[in-house]
């Protein structure tokens, strides 16, 4: 690993100001010390953010503002999060291992960048990586690559389960900018699709930094579900994983949410499906029309053709399960 | 140098190194304190096949702290690798530093030395390495059709007699290859203690391997190089070789005249310590309408390495477990741009074993045959099959009926596709794997201290198998002297020699050394004894009880010398025996195998294509079991690398790029405590009578031989969709 230093700073005005090129914020690290060994990032300086940043989950009366600093497994356990938002505790705990939910951020969680092994090798062409090399997973190992969203520069998935959570309850994602302005982003603007710059993972300004993140109350808490389908039961990212969230009246379904992980370069929301849903009654034939929908325009590439059968399936399976609850 | 040495008071029957194990006081091979150490990183090519240009040192160089380099350009004198002749004649595999030729992308073509290894880590990022880049190959299913099969071992019978067989399989089974990780990474630190004396600690299955190996590449007498290997954190084989790397750390030591200490990274294990190598096979089988096997004709290649030709012998299996009158076997070696494949848990057997169970399987279900009555009906139970020797002991049938009572084989409908939970269906299956019971020669030593404690002595290593409570626990029980006056010492090729532990070969090698040098120290003391009480003179060693306290006879056993008195009176100072034991004319009359009967009940998701293994069954003959605990670790252990190899375990190969892609753990998958049920392990615990002096045969292998093949029967039977492609992961399920 490139020797770098580690500054410790006390405050988001405080991180930002520092911040500049080569110089890079840490929170739990999960993820950067990983690509700074792989030497896929070689910062010289390290903004150490843990003590500049909240780790409290506050009810806001009609939202709650999670600290961008808040461990994934304080999340994962916060009382107000198990009981009125459980779809994010849920698609917490399908992340990761309790070792690496025990360190990691949710603002980093975020951040975090793909697992396409491809970006991981730094012998390879990999245009997220190095702009301009190529992609080497468009006709390589494809099989957790993109089946929607993609471009031929760059088919990579985003990895988090926690922002399919968020992205399917409308989050939005607080910032303070270099400027020491603070703002908000909404959460599905957050991540980018690759297009021809898939270096660019979302579209926090430059130098900016998460400070928390916002989530609206919302009435799904009761019929909910996070469906994650991976080579194995723990420490596995997802083929596709699917959060599914119903607002229902008896067995009207009054509103719906529809999104996945594993699919695209951002948390995916299938718009198309959720307006589908209003207004029908929950029953596995509705939930089986759904899952059509889903997954009608989604262009597989050499190896993840599977993706379709997998996606209809886990898309009715996590339905279903939003009755159980 | 005492390896064993804190008393496991919380579980007396439990493992003697557990104590040193769950504190960090258990010494692991890059754990060693040695003054003046400084560490090493090797540094790997980039491409798969040509040669190195240009090697540039000069910004490494400037990294503070760096020591010093290796590369074939700069290295110390490695006389046994001084022409290509000798290299040749050392078969010490790749010949690391002393070639500029590149066989596989991961090669290790410098090494960088410096006094931390962050600084050495951070160099060897910086040295820049120039090549002239070559055509390769690395796609074993692209281009194994073009490899002819020969004969492998004699064809039995003639295969043109069943060509009209009634009842048919013939399928083609593949296999991914898999790699060892063992938890603990391979590390060596390498001391030259003087100018002909070299010392090592080293990750190896084998301190005497490791001894033979490197010992005449530098000329040294082999009592000159010592080889420490006190606590290994899993093997499966990976240690069963001496790897580049070993060599590599014994020349950085030699280079910058330091210690030097070198561990490999967790990618580095994928290519620097071998792996179980990606296969092909065939197999026709036929039998007649009443379920009898009437021939089979087992075709198998595997992948191995341009530089060296590893095969995984995958027909051998075939040739073991039932009778076939007609048996064709053929093989073949597929030459890649990959790094060195070697012995992975089960080698060679838990491949073909897959292979064959399945179609045995998929034969049951065509001649709607239970296939636990048609394995049973066509197991060779009585005699070896090959050499027509009978068996010494063969429990299979047993392990078989006690399998399916464990796994509620009565609850299975014969149909497959027929049992469902909602979007679930649930299926049974089985397979059964068999291991030839290898014993080789080993030493044991007993020193006998004046206060009564003995310490039992061997070079063999502990894997983490339990060879050391094993030991102990035959030292109690063959002296009679209680457990807590027994320590162990091992893993060091200054202490009595002894093979390397593999093949399921330890604790039935040790064994019989350990009874051996337990008898002996009975004798010595019964020889003092008599000096003393004349009544101890001429007594067979079962005539002598051992205690803490002293020395009695079986005839009156409350008259005891005390250890007191022997020492008083014959002056004593320790009592030292030493005793080696190994297999003898036994071996000519009689076969010997472990064998185990595997078990499964699974839930597959047709929508999502999730297997949930919700019971697995193992039920294992391996002879007498020394330590019940260790025994069972072992077995579940094996069970759920079984999972993995079924499941889930796929080492990635990109044929563009031509090497390894997702070279870690986060990209490679093996089993998480998440995806394995408790495992149900049983044994038949019978001793075998003639394999050694304990009867215990081995039982490493037959834990995960056969495990496969339970799995994707009983994925089978869930499904009626068979698959007969290893892993099997959830795309292949919905596909």
Known sequence: ??????????????????????????????????????????????????????????????????????????????????????????????????????????????????????????????????????????????????????????????????????????????????????????????????????????????????????????????????????????????????????????????????????????????????????GKRATASTFGEAAKLVVKDLKPLTHNGFKIDMLRGAVETALGQCLLD | MRFFDKQNKVIPEGRVEAVDKVTGGGKYAAEYKVDNLCYGILVDSTIPSGSIKNIDLTKAQQVKGVVGFVTHLQKPNVPGFATEDLIKQSRFGLPIFHTDKIYFKGQPIALVIAETLEDATYAATLI???????????????????????????????????????????????????????????????????????????????????????????????????????????????????????????????????????????????????????????????????????????????????????????????????????????????????????????????????????AIDELSYKLKMDPVDLRSKNIAATHHPENKLPWSSNYLLECISIGAKHIGWDNRSPMPNSMKDGDWQIGYGMAVGMWNAGRNKTSAAIKMLADGRIIVQTAMTDIGTGTGTGMKNIAHETTGIPQDKITVELGNSSLPPAPSQGGSTGMSSVSGAIVEASNALKLKLAEYAALINIDFRNLSPDAILLSGKGISRKENPNETVTYADLWEQNKLDNVVVEATSGPGEERKKYAFCSSAAHFCQVRVNVKTGKVKIEKLVCIADGGKIVN????????????????????????????????????????????????????????????????????????????????????????????????????????????
């Open chain 1, 1 to 278: 690993m490139k020797p770098f230093n580690l500054i410790k700073t006390k405050d988001p005005k405080d991180a930002v100001s520092q911040k500049k090129e080569q110089v890079q914020y840490i929170a739990g690290g999960t993820n950067l010390v990983d690509l700074m060994k792989k030497n896929i990032q070689l910062p010289d300086t390290l903004l150490d953010i843990t003590d500049a940043l909240s780790r409290q989950v506050d009810n806001q009366g009609r939202a709650i503002q999670i600290g961008a600093m808040t461990r994934n497994a304080t999340v994962a356990t916060n009382v107000m999060i198990l009981r009125d938002f459980p779809l994010i505790a849920k698609a917490v705990l399908a992340g990761a291992s309790p070792q690496i939910r025990n360190m990691a951020s949710t603002a980093g969680n975020l951040l975090q960048r793909t697992r396409c092994p491809y970006f991981y090798d730094v012998t390879t062409a990999c245009n997220k990586r190095k702009p301009g090399s190529g992609c080497s997973a468009y006709d390589g190992h494809n099989r957790m690559s993109a089946v929607v969203g993609y471009s031929a520069d760059c088919v990579a998935v985003h990895p988090s389960d926690l922002c399919v959570g968020l992205v399917a309850l409308n989050a939005k994602v607080h910032i303070t900018g270099k400027d020491q302005k603070e703002s908000v982003i909404p959460f599905q603007e957050f991540h980018r699709l690759p297009g021809n710059t898939p270096h660019l993972d979302n579209n926090l300004p430059e130098h900016a930094l998460i400070t928390s993140i916002e989530v609206p109350e919302n009435l799904f808490g009761k019929n909910c579900a996070y469906l994650k389908i991976r080579d194995r039961d723990s420490y596995a990212f997802a083929l596709v994983s699917v959060a599914a969230a119903l607002h229902l009246d008896g067995d009207r379904i009054i509103e719906a949410r529809l999104a996945s992980g594993g699919v695209a370069h951002k948390p995916w929301r299938w718009l198309q499906a959720e307006q589908f849903l209003k």
């Open chain 2, 128 to 358: 820049e390495v120039e090549y002239n880049t070559a055509s390769f190959q690395v796609d074993f299913d692209a281009v194994h059709h073009n490899i002819p099969l020969q004969e492998a071992g004699r064809e039995r019978g003639q295969i043109d007699s069943w060509r009209n067989a009634p009842y048919v399989i013939e399928e083609e089974y593949n296999i991914k290859s898999e790699v060892h990780n063992p938890m603990e990474m391979h590390a060596t630190i390498a001391e030259w203690t003087g100018e002909r004396h070299l010392k090592l600690y080293d990750k190896t299955q084998g301190v005497n391997n490791v001894q033979q190996v490197i010992a005449p590449l530098f000329n040294l007498e082999k009592e000159n190089l010592e080889v420490v290997s006190e606590f290994v954190g899993g093997g499966f084989g990976s240690g069963l070789r001496v790897w580049p790397h070993v060599l590599a750390t014994v020349m950085a030591a030699k280079q910058v005249s330091r210690p030097v200490k070198l561990m490999l990274t967790r990618p580095q294990m994928f290519t620097g310590t071998g792996y179980r190598p990606a296969s092909w096979q065939k197999i026709k089988l036929g039998a007649d309408a009443s379920g009898k096997f009437l021939g089979i004709h087992h075709q198998a290649k595997n992948e191995t390495s341009l530089y060296e030709r590893f095969s995984d012998q995958i027909t051998r299996v075939t040739r073991l477990i039932y009778n076939f009158d007609n048996l064709k076997t053929e093989d073949a070696l597929v030459p890649l741009n990959l790094s060195a494949a070697t012995w992975m848990r089960g080698p060679g057997d838990c491949t073909g074993d897959f292979a064959i169970e399945c």
């Open chain 2, 628 to 735: 019940e605990k260790a025994a069972a670790n072992q077995m579940s252990g094996a069970a759920v690398g079984g999972i993995g190899m079924a499941l889930m375990e796929e080492k990635l190969i990109d044929a563009k790029i031509g090497g390894l892609i997702g070279d870690d753990l986060a990209g490679y998958h093996f089993p998480v405590n998440a995806d394995a049920p408790m495992i149900d392990v049983h044994f038949i615990g019978k001793p075998d009578p003639y394999i050694n002096p304990t009867g215990a045969k081995g039982l490493g292998e037959v834990g995960i031989i056969g495990t496969a093949a339970a799995i994707a029967n009983a994925i089978y039977h869930a499904t009626g969709k068979r698959l007969r492609n290893l892993p099997i992961t959830p795309d292949t399920i919905v596909g």
